[in-house]
């Protein structure tokens, strides 16, 4: 069925460092590929999209990829700060739903 | 804030009981979403409804049901609760009924049965 596999499950990097984390997808019909951070005690927060027609997108220090032939994409985030400590979920479409990985937790240490 | 809201913040319930959570969807958002997320299973897609009508359907047990209202607003009921329904349930609303489209997340109700 379809699945997404994320890496890895932590993180930890010092404040400044950049922070990449991996997800691999299943379903060859995904064609869109959110990525979530997650606060403490908040719901899950969107912060970068990409679908399939593009290869890269840039937000600010956040960038992800997307390469569709080996099925993976990723979350590149540049001069890390204390307040980007969160878990992050990739997620892509499946048969009418997303379907999540599940997560890494990011630790950024000043 | 998401403009998704959910209620209540806070659930303490016993096993055998049952609960109502309630979720408004982002003003204009047609679709509404329902996620259960515990430690060992990430987010799990539970249902989904689409401007009154079932959509959707994930992993979703018997013992639960969900509907939307004419206002849209949506309702996650859970019976028969067991001590293993303990977890946060989110809503997620979007605009349209397409698996592309951006789900705005509300801040979810948890949920715990002892």
């Known amino acids: 069925g379809e699945n997404v596999e994320q890496h890895p499950s932590t993180l930890s990097v010092q404040e400044g460092d950049s922070a990449v984390i991996k997800c691999t997808y299943s379903d060859s019909a995904s064609n869109y590929f959110p990525w979530y951070k997650q606060e403490l005690g908040k719901g899950p927060q969107l912060i970068i999209d990409?679908?399939?027609?593009?290869g890269e997108k840039k937000d600010q220090r956040i960038a992800v990829t997307l390469n569709k032939t080996a099925k993976h994409f990723s979350l590149h985030i540049t001069e890390t700060q204390p307040e980007d400590s969160a878990v992050y979920f990739c997620a892509s479409t499946g048969f009418q739903k997303l379907v999540f990985g599940t997560g890494t937790r990011l630790l950024v240490s000043p | 804030d998401s403009g998704v809201t959910q209620t209540p913040k806070h659930l303490i319930t016993a096993t055998g009981q049952r609960v109502t959570l309630r979720c408004s969807p982002r003003s204009g958002d047609l679709s509404v979403y329902w996620y259960q997320q515990s430690l060992d299973q990430g987010l799990q897609f539970l249902i989904q409804?689409?401007?009154?009508?079932?959509?959707a359907k994930g992993n979703i047990l018997e013992r639960f049901s969900a509907q939307q209202f004419p206002d849209l607003h949506s309702e996650l009921n859970l019976s028969s609760l067991e001590l293993g329904d303990s977890a946060l349930y989110f809503c997620a609303s979007s605009v349209d009924s397409n698996s592309q489209e951006t789900q705005y997340f509300g801040p979810g109700t948890r949920l715990l049965v002892l």
């Open positions: 990409i679908r399939s027609n593009v």
């Open positions: 409804y689409y401007n009154g009508e079932e959509r």
